[in-house]
């Protein structure tokens, strides 16, 4: 079993500043496998935001994977914009915005979907399929898969093939192929679980989605902060998703959704929805 804690959209620059230590200190106590970072880390992709973001990761657990977002692409310098957009991105968080993970049990490719010739969307091409292919054909047997993106490659309804990534849909046979496991991703700042099969119709396959919330931004919509924790072995997966909870100053385990790798691919298990007696509280901070 491998646990991965997956956080997304942090924002610095409008980051609710009293989710940060608490989320620190569930993230240790958590004490992951990996760490994974779905993108939009900074806010306006200055220099300060990135300072506070490498800041937040250094006195995170290891390893991380993390991927840049939109957010992380300057807005409104335009040179650099066009000919080095990852240049902060870069400098201070990683110089690989592409990195990977592997041991016996789990590998994870992150792939960079943003693009300077949009502002909000993503995209991916051939050769980043050629990147996750090759990391995915090497994994071991049994070997849960991982994909880390920050644009989605699917989405529940009512969101459209318009809300994906770019070329998504050109996708999803190599990532059948390769037998991706679970797909990760954020950007719209909602958290939600799901798997592949209603909106792609491969035969014998359906990955798992799971969409980050924004983890620590005040960019909310309509739900509070959250991270995922997912714990990953070759026939089961669950998804625990921690939610802030500002009155008590901490991040909780509130809802468990469990699923199972089935012969048409991953398919969800019926959920555990804990009562709050059940909560699981992590990190909390000593009075
Ligand atoms: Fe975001
Ligand atoms: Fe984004």
Redesign the pocket.
Known sequence: MRTLVHIS?LHFGRVDPATVEPLTAAIRALAPDVVIVS??LTQRARSEEFRAARAFLEVLPGPQIVVP???DVPLYNLAIRAFAPLRGFKKYIAFDPEPGYADEELVVQGLNTTRSSTW?NGRLNGAQLEKVRAAFERAPVGAVRVLVT??PLDLPAPHSRHDLVGRAARAMPVLAACRADVLLA??FHRAVSGDTSQRYDIRQFAALVVQAGTTTSTRLREEPNSFNLLKTSTDEITVDRYLWRPSEGLFASQLTERFRRTADGWRRAPAVVASAAEDVVVGKQMP
């Open positions: 959209d993108g939009d977002g939109n957010h909000k920050h644009h954020g950007h």
